[in-house]
């Protein structure tokens, strides 16, 4: 059971990143996915999180309007499409299995049961 994030790189602000998570072991079909950061010091923070048919998506307040989440359960994997990127959104980014919470408009980490290795998103000014 692993899934792995990739895409990420540096990019000048205002610039666009498209990240992927791929699941290899396992079908996350039934699992809604969720899409998490970290950056530096600071505590890791949900950033969007899709339902199992993908009808469903939500989004951090601090990327709403800039991130869109989608996923191919045909293929097994999702994706973060990030546009007008700034200098905050640096940070190491993980996907993650599982069912997405929402506490009071924050997306929470404590519904998902599978975590992938990151991937690093640095966005310079």
């Known amino acids: 059971v692993q899934l792995q994030a990739s895409g990420g790189g540096s990019v000048q602000a205002g610039g666009s990143l498209r990240l992927s998570c791929a699941a290899s072991?396992?079908?996350?079909?039934?699992?809604?996915i969720g899409w998490f950061r970290q950056a530096p010091g600071k505590e890791r923070e949900g950033v969007s999180c899709?339902?199992?048919?993908?009808?469903?998506?939500r989004y951090g307040e601090p990327v709403k309007g800039r991130f869109t989440i989608a996923r191919d359960n045909a293929k097994n994997m999702t994706f973060l499409q990030m546009d007008s990127l700034k200098p905050e959104d640096t940070a190491v980014y993980y996907c993650?299995?599982?069912?997405?919470?929402?506490?009071?408009?924050?997306?929470?980490?404590?519904?998902?049961?599978?975590w992938g290795k990151g991937t690093l998103v640095t966005v310079s000014s």
């Open positions: 072991g396992f079908t996350t079909e039934p699992y809604a």
């Open positions: 993650a299995a599982g069912r997405c919470i929402v506490d009071e408009g924050v997306i929470t980490q404590g519904g998902m049961n599978f």
């Open positions: 899709i339902s199992p048919s993908g009808n469903i998506t």
